[in-house]
């Protein structure tokens, strides 16, 4: 019992791409619903913000260079939906799987276990992300906003972001009691990481101590990762925020398959 | 002087007996019980003092059992005596809080990913993917269990050939009637040719055109040489299908044997039912020493004896409501669990 007990390390093999093709399978019937928001809401941001707010803010300055508003914010949209893909894949999404279908039930009895279904979740919800991140760029690109050929790295970073979000998505799915309470998670986490990630506003605009704050959240460092990469002035400060994004996906990742091992073995 | 010797194989009580045999001088044949020897088969599941505990509960209170090759075993027992407990260790989905279990002669904490390559398992929900269609639920399944796509193709072609469903083959899950949802679930659980089908009550809420359906599918497969685990609640099912199996209650075994065996031993060969008994039959069954269980307005009599016994209630003691039965597995299961409501 001892030894079990301190195994708390994920135990993966190669098994967890089945997820994958389970869920791309889906995926093939339902890709028009899932993929039209990617594609329609950055034009709907860009017209709002570009022709609405724009003509009232026009420029901004980005390390101390001015830019077009619709500029600064175009990569933070693009960042917001590596978010929103891969949260709400693995909240809502894998909630339903777990909870409602009892498909993880069903998977549990072949031979792959738990942890290799809860990585092949939280991969396909980085899928996810990825796949919405290529759409998106190609309509902002349209737009001229990007910056190639250093704006094709947003498509890995739009893989490491996903698992960021999944791998918090799925601490939460193991721990809400019913779906409704994902709105907590949503209403407490994602709103604020939305609105004080840097992503419509720059941060030194803030109160020191709220800077201070927005550095834990992780959508700020994704945020400048996407925006330093869509204007093409990479420096090696954003090291730092990678290493951030790859720690904390790393960390979530393993608390997401322990809580999620004490609340299906039982 | 030729010798000629015979390996002899017989079949006694599940187990082989293998032995030499040679020709006597009278034209018999002698079989050398000196050479012979008992080879056990290997035991499909193997359990000892086998518990699980949960929230401070002991669903399962240590329960030994032992269930070969080819057997169909049952595991009965009210709500919340602990079969999916245990059939849930035994399919590798919750482990085991103490005592051993092995599958195939392995053990289950040490080798469940082989054992469930092996299984096929049937749980209570139906949980179908319903993302999926019929035919897609079965190939995706088999990708579980590394199946190559075309063989995996085929034998879910095969599969619901077997199940009665080639016709719902591109259906949608939720289309389907409860019985078809449950016959999928079943080919789902042979996809990967298992030695052993778990099924945890395979017909509940089905109505009897597809509960025989079933049964009749599982009785092919039992014929076939699969080695079935059952649980249910329907009595009916159990002395259908099983060869063997345990009654359960409070997270232990209370009797196990065969259907027919347990019924005579624990109830006799009939019941002699008793609308409103009269004072001086329960006084006559009192003083007879019979076998018998008092309920609100009815009487159960137990007997071996059935004929003899009824002539003498019904003459003597019955003006009205008075029959005789053969005793059944519920009669034995009632008697056991006792009748009082379980939820």
Redesign the interface.
């Known amino acids: 019992m001892a030894v079990r007990e301190m195994n708390w390390l994920p135990q993966i093999s190669p098994r967890f791409c089945r997820i994958l093709q389970r869920n791309s399978q889906v995926l093939r019937r339902t890709w028009m619903i899932s993929f039209l928001p990617p594609i329609l809401e950055p034009v709907l941001y860009l017209l709002a913000f570009g022709a609405g707010l724009g003509l009232l803010v026009r420029e901004i300055s980005y390390r101390g260079e001015p830019v077009s508003y619709v500029a600064y914010i175009a990569p933070a949209l693009i960042a917001i939906n590596i978010m929103y893909n891969a949260f709400f894949e693995n909240t809502f999404a894998s909630y339903v799987r777990m909870y409602y279908q009892k498909t993880y039930d069903a998977i549990m009895a072949t031979p792959l276990n738990l942890d290799e279904i809860i990585t092949g979740e939280i991969v396909w919800g980085a899928v996810k992300s990825l796949i919405a991140t290529i759409l998106m760029m190609a309509v902002i690109s349209f737009f001229r906003l990007l910056v190639y050929p250093q704006a094709l790295l947003i498509v890995p970073l739009a893989f490491l972001g996903g698992l960021v979000f999944g791998s918090v998505a799925m601490c939460f799915t193991a721990l809400v009691p019913q779906i409704e309470v994902f709105n907590f998670p949503i209403f407490l986490f994602i709103t604020p990481m939305f609105l004080f990630s840097g992503t419509f506003f720059p941060l030194e605009t803030l109160p020191h101590w709220a800077q201070v704050l927005a550095q834990v959240l992780p959508l700020t460092h994704l945020v400048a990762l996407v925006r330093a990469l869509a204007m093409g002035k990479l420096e090696g400060q954003l090291l730092l925020s990678l290493l951030y994004l790859f720690f904390f996906s790393a960390g979530t990742f393993i608390l997401a398959i322990v809580l999620m091992r004490r609340r299906l073995i039982i | 002087m030729v010798v000629v010797c015979h390996t002899v194989v017989r079949r006694i009580g599940g187990c082989r007996t293998v032995g030499l045999s040679r020709p006597t001088a009278d034209g018999n044949w002698l079989v050398d019980l000196n050479v012979a020897y008992l080879e056990m088969p290997e035991p499909l599941i193997f359990s000892k003092d086998l518990c699980k505990t ?1 929230n401070g509960l002991k669903a399962v209170d240590g329960i030994s059992l032992r269930m070969s090759r080819g057997e169909c075993f049952g595991i009965l027992g009210p709500n919340g005596a602990g079969k999916t407990s245990t059939v849930r260790m035994i ?5 085991v809080s103490s005592g051993t279990l092995k599958v195939f002669g392995m053990d289950i ?1 040490k080798h ?2 082989l054992i ?2 092996k ?1 096929g ?1 049937c ?1 209570q ?1 139906n ?6 269609t019929v035919f ?1 639920n079965l190939v ?2 088999a ?4 199946i190559p796509r075309a063989n995996a193709r085929q034998r879910a072609s095969e599969l619901l050939r077997f199940m009665r469903l080639e016709h719902k083959e591109h259906a949608k899950i939720l289309e389907l009637s409860g019985g078809m949802q449950r016959r999928l679930v079943i080919a ?1 659980a042979l996809i ?1 040719k298992p030695e052993l089908l778990i099924l945890d009550e395979p017909t509940t809420g089905l109505d009897p055109q597809s509960r025989h359906q079933v049964w009749a599918r599982l009785a092919e497969l039992k014929a076939q040489g699969l080695g079935i685990l059952l649980t249910t609640h329907y009595m009916e099912e159990a002395a259908h299908l099983c060869d063997r199996l345990v009654i359960m209650d409070h997270g232990r075994i209370l009797v196990e044997g065969g259907p027919l065996d347990l019924i005579h031993q624990n109830v006799g060969v009939n019941v002699i039912e008793v609308e409103s008994p009269s004072e001086s039959l329960l006084k006559f069954v009192k003083e007879s020493d019979l076998d018998h269980e008092e309920l609100s307005h009815r009487l159960l009599i137990y007997t071996r004896d059935g004929e003899t016994l009824f002539g003498k209630i019904s003459e003597g003691f019955c003006d009205r409501g008075c029959s005789l039965r053969m005793a059944t597995l519920e009669d034995v299961f009632l008697k056991l669990t006792g009748r009082e409501l379980r939820d």
């Open positions: 949960f399919y590798g989905f919750s482990p904490q469940a990913r469930k390559a299984s398992v749980q929900e949980n179908l993917d319903p993302d999926l897609q995706t399944f990708s579980y269990f590394d789902r990967n």
